[in-house]
DNA sequence: TAGATTGTTAATCGATTAACAATC
DNA sequence: TAGATTGTTAATCGATTAACAATC
């Protein structure tokens, strides 16, 4: 049983791919699913699918295959323990503000707790039940309320700038939109990146070259 | 001299952070730079700055490096050739609206030409410059215009709905903001999959699992 | 018992890194 | 010529796939 000894990033980025599946397989009534079944779904092959799971202990039983419903319930607890975490946006922008409604209205395991901007015009306008506060309270903020994930909405040369204070203040996790390279600098805590930009060039670059 | 004989995935993510640090580098006024300068820069070795550009021939000089006016250059060729890619919106809403006020006033390589919605209050209304349009005039607008890119920033049933008739129409590059994972069913078309739910989960993995 | 399918070890494949010859 | 740094080949590393024994 490896059991999470330290589990390879491309795992854990296929993990929410088979809860999208696993909670598909639910809704539509279906109890039982072999690790072939869902690797055609996946688009990968079965001995993955074992190695995954694999990786934490293994959920399935040997000569019957997995049970959808254990199967979610387990990967559902890798991702998103019992408790929320508290989450504040930085940036409410018209990205920070979609970005926002995404993680308010429809993702699982986040809170959003309050929101910052540097515009005057913005502070004071409710968000998804938070008021915008000005950036200058940020620090306060953190150091009473100890937000565990920083959404970073913009742009690159805040980002460097707020990032050592956030990263100070006990931030572990960011989601960060911004042009920044937060991963160069921060090895200690996490980091996702959601670089528009990039991905719109690599898009451009594929299209250009197809065929 | 390899010269894209089939570039991997990896090496093409890569392009468009190598680009964004040349221009750094070129606004900064520099001239030259060695691919150890550059794998610093990058997060990773001097091995892997020479073998990605190798891919692609080489751009550097034995014994002094690479020019950075010169490479920035063949990378923004590499990534954006000269004519932009015409690119529909389907979806106004928050995410839509965000997503193309990027793609309009930020990003190079592409021009909005269109924009959809199922919503009837949403059309008519104006956004960057198209006037949004029922969904049903999507069939007739790819015939006369063979647009090559489509931003799908609608629902899962949606994007499934229109995955088909959109590569129909010849559309070669999805920018993919819906839950659907297009890249399972249309293999020789280009996906770009912005999957913020997979990502906020990893993050919540993540985050749940340090120390 | 036979068939199915997992858990797990072994083999393969591809990407990254190291080494070094070429050359400015 | 000596020093620097690329282009390119070879070695290493890690992830994916295949194989098979365990077991329901």
Redo the contacts with the bound molecule.
């Keep these: 049983?490896?059991v999470q000894g330290k589990v390879?990033?491309?795992?854990i980025k296929r993990l929410p791919k088979y809860y999208r599946y696993l909670s598909e397989m639910k809704q539509k009534g279906l109890t039982k699913v072999?690790?072939?079944e869902l690797a055609r779904m996946m688009g990968?092959?079965?001995?993955?699918v074992?190695?995954d799971?694999?990786c934490f202990g293994?959920?399935?039983?040997?000569?019957?295959?997995?049970n959808v419903e254990v199967l979610l319930y387990e990967l559902g607890h890798l991702l998103f323990r019992e408790e929320p975490l508290d989450a504040i946006l930085i940036g409410t922008g018209r990205l920070g503000t979609a970005i926002s409604s995404y993680l308010t209205n429809d993702a699982r395991g986040y809170r959003l707790v309050a929101a910052f901007d540097i515009r005057p015009d913005q502070v004071g306008r409710q968000l998804f039940g938070v008021c915008i506060q000005h950036v200058s309270n940020l620090r306060a903020f953190c150091q009473q309320h100890h937000p565990q994930v920083a959404v970073l909405c913009v742009p690159k040369s805040s980002a460097k700038d707020l990032a050592p204070t956030l990263v100070d203040m006990g931030i572990r996790g960011f989601w960060n939109f911004s042009h920044y390279d937060l991963s160069v600098a921060y090895p200690n805590v996490v980091v996702e990146n959601v670089h528009l930009g990039d991905s719109l060039m690599s898009l451009s670059y594929q299209v250009n070259h197809l065929g």
């Design positions: 049983m490896p390879s990033v491309p795992v072999s690790s072939s990968t092959t079965a001995s993955q074992r190695q799971f694999n293994g959920f399935g039983q040997q000569g019957i295959g997995y």
